[in-house]
């Protein structure tokens, strides 16, 4: 693998290229490799020269041959891009092709004429034309012959090339201090042949927004027309590119059966029907030179993927044979066959035992690699980790290591990512001139970055490119070489070790945790996915960023079940359940058992309950509890375990206060009131029947004398 660090630095270089107030970087929008033209009659190669103005940029590109390179003994056709991007028009001036017949000595010499303009030697001038000129966000381009009598002859090698627009500037004219010229750099590679062989390797990956396994929705997005699986396939596709393919992105088709998206179905096949060579790379990218050094006993692996599996995808129908007045006979579902893991993550025609980790290995680790193959290893490592080598498979200690080119695979890959293909186009000439320099051994061996966002045209041309100066070998004849003796030149980085060790502590505590599930690997599975990515290759800048966020992420997990905090409980009876709340922030349900101590023997408490607790939900249990003799103030806790007795969240305590007599002594005026209202009752009515006993007598009377004197009046 090419080092992060390495690209970071050449982008860094690239940025800060220039003069005073220019900023060279590279340039011109090219012609295509499928135009079947002569290396004299191409113009693809540029670099790009910008003057900055308060109202914007004057971009200037220089192209030269087919990707820089042209044959002895033919005319040389260049091609220069005025682009005005300001909103000034751009005076007329004359523009100038210069050659430096001296030519670059090594590839420390090619960096510094691109990167600081410096070099040795007299230029020629091989062309002058008038440009004319360019109006406001306009571009203008001129083309320049020029014949082989006044190119001359040039042996094998890169020269500096250079090209000058004079007077070219959107500035006021009057301003004596305001550059009136825009200069850009760039190289002529004259090549009499193909004679080196190369091999370039394309890591095809692609990352889920949750870390684990790539949903259907994602597919359905990647595997589109435009999407960027599609990218990588299309930008492979004709060319002898060796692939590394992460597994997991046909196990996240595969997972889905019936269910997967047509477009992630077309493009599984679309890769197995390539012709490429090609191998797969750990699971997520996984770096194996990490886990070497943490001394696992084997490298990290998915677990289970049945937790992904839904057998309503996977069923079959077979057609019934029993004659039925229907038209046709109804299918009969049969028994789902579910594939194996190993199914699910087959890589069609790859090739075994290689490991493509970042760079920081050591001797140790390379004999721990060979423990983790049944059959032999062989390790890709960029140059930069090698500190003598004169070919491309080398021997350390018994371990076979395949070396590749860190600087020209670093400035690939930065034209592999470029969508402008000006800027494309220098990379590459860049990265072809570095090619030249190769020390007198073939084959080479080029890998590009880990990147999930290259445009198909731009991956395409940078692989082609290299047909300019090179034919392409097989992977399977640069492991069977001969290898040379080389000794490594880095140290490891125990940081990276030490966040590891922790990843998988946490994940073991995870493994435990997930006890309370009825399905463990809903949980577990997805975790160690993104372990695996988490210590990927690709993601080696980001390591311990994404680490510490993935450590406070599995914490909330570990959290996500627990006893909330009980308000303070007054036990006025001697016996009522104690109401206690149980926080479930799972999508899933799980199995718990509360666990209730009383601090004091005055408090009776069932000591266990068994319940489900419900996805994302805060679960009312009801605990049964009987006061003894006494009262007072004691305590409860409170805590939770899966049933296998694994410890769940954090244990709570509710503070009680007993107060069992005062249920006796209320009893005891309640059974007064309620005899002193039966006693006031009897009272009452024996007084009533007492008054109602000697009512009549005298009721009788007065009715009688009341009689009496109604007749006498008659």
Not at 260 to 268: E, I, K, M, V
Not at 624 to 651: C, K, M, Q
Request: charged content about 20%; aromatic content about 4%; hydrophobic content about 45%.
């Amino acid at each position: 693998m090419i080092s992060p660090r390495i690209g970071s630095r050449v982008r860094a270089q690239r940025c800060a290229r220039g003069f005073v107030a220019f900023s060279l970087t590279a340039g011109l929008l090219a012609a295509p490799h499928f135009i079947a033209v002569s290396p004299a009659a191409a113009a693809v190669t540029a670099v790009t020269a910008v003057e900055d103005t308060d109202a914007g940029t004057v971009e200037l590109s220089l192209s030269a041959g087919l990707h820089g390179v042209i044959q002895p003994g033919v005319a040389l056709t260049t091609s220069i891009t005025i682009n005005n991007s300001s909103d000034e028009e751009l005076p007329a001036g004359r523009v100038a092709i210069e050659l430096n017949r001296t030519p670059l000595a090594d590839r420390t010499a090619v960096t510094s004429w691109l990167d600081a303009g410096e070099t040795g030697g007299e230029f020629d001038l091989l062309s002058s034309e008038l440009s004319t000129a360019v109006p406001a966000s306009e571009t203008a381009m001129i083309s320049a012959v020029t014949p082989v009598t006044t190119l001359g002859v040039l042996a094998d090698g890169v020269y500096p090339l250079r090209v000058t627009l004079e007077d070219g500037t959107t500035g006021d004219a009057s301003d004596t201090d305001a550059p009136r010229s825009i200069t850009a750099n760039s190289v002529l590679i004259v090549s009499a042949g193909a004679a080196t062989q190369v091999t370039i390797m394309v890591p095809i990956t692609a990352t889920p927004a949750d870390g684990a396994l790539l949903t259907a929705d994602e597919l359905s997005t990647l595997t589109a027309p435009d999407g960027a699986l599609t990218a990588q396939l299309d930008g492979i596709s004709g060319t002898a590119a060796v692939l590394a393919v992460d597994p997991l992105i046909p196990a996240a088709i595969r997972v889905l059966g019936s269910a997967a998206p047509l477009t992630a179905s077309d493009w599984l096949s679309r890769l197995e029907t390539l012709s490429n060579d090609r191998f797969a790379l750990q699971y997520g990218d996984a770096d194996a030179t990490v886990q070497a050094q943490a001394d696992l006993p084997e490298l990290l692996s998915p677990l289970p993927f049945t937790s992904y599996l839904n057998e309503a995808n996977f069923l079959q129908t077979e057609g019934t044979a029993t004659p039925s007045p229907s038209p046709s006979p109804s299918p009969t579902p049969t028994a789902p066959a579910l594939p194996t893991d190993d199914e699910l993550t087959v890589i069609d025609a790859e090739e075994s035992g290689i490991l493509w980790p970042l760079g920081d290995v050591n001797t140790a680790d390379l004999a721990k690699f060979a423990t983790y193959f049944d059959s032999d290893v062989t390790t890709i490592l960029p140059s930069s980790s090698i500190a003598a080598s004169t070919g491309t498979l080398i021997e350390i200690d018994g371990d076979n290591v395949l070396v590749m080119d860190a600087t020209a695979s670093a400035t690939l890959s930065d034209a592999a990512a470029e969508e402008d293909a000006a800027l494309r186009e220098h990379e590459i000439a860049e990265a072809l001139a570095q090619l030249t320099f190769t020390g007198g051994h073939t084959p080479l061996l080029v890998g590009l970055d880990r990147d999930e966002n290259r445009t198909a045209d731009a991956l395409r041309e940078t692989i082609l490119s290299l047909s300019t100066i090179s034919e392409p070998i097989g992977l399977d004849a640069l492991r069977t070489a001969a290898p040379v003796s080389a000794t490594l030149a880095v140290e490891s980085s125990a940081d990276r070790v030490a966040v590891l060790s922790k990843l998988l502590a946490d994940e073991a505590h995870l493994a435990a945790f997930s006890s309370i599930l009825d399905d463990p690997l809903v949980l577990r599975s997805p975790e160690r996915l993104q372990i695996l990515r988490l210590i990927g290759v690709g993601a080696s800048d980001s390591y311990a960023e994404d680490a510490g966020a993935h450590q406070t992420k599995t914490r909330t997990t570990l959290n996500a079940v627990g006893v909330q905090q009980p308000s303070p409980i007054q036990l006025f009876t001697s016996a009522a359940p104690l109401p206690v709340w149980v926080r479930n922030d799972l999508p899933w349900p799980v199995n718990v058992t509360l666990t209730s101590t009383p601090s004091d023997a005055r408090l009776d408490v069932q000591p266990t309950k068994d319940f489900v607790a419900q996805p994302a939900n805060n679960e009312r249990v009801k605990v049964p509890v009987e006061a003894r003799v006494g009262s007072g103030e004691l305590e409860v806790s409170f805590s939770l375990s899966s049933p296998t007795g694994v410890p769940i969240g954090v244990d709570q305590t509710a503070k009680v206060t007993v107060r069992a007599e005062w249920e006796n002594i209320g009893l005891g005026i309640l059974g007064g009131v309620i005899a002193l209202l039966l006693v006031l009752g009897v009272v009452r009515t024996v007084v009533r029947r007492r008054k109602a006993a000697g009512q009549p007598a005298s009721v009788t009377s007065e009715e009688s004398g009341d009689s009496t004197e109604e007749v006498t009046g008659e």
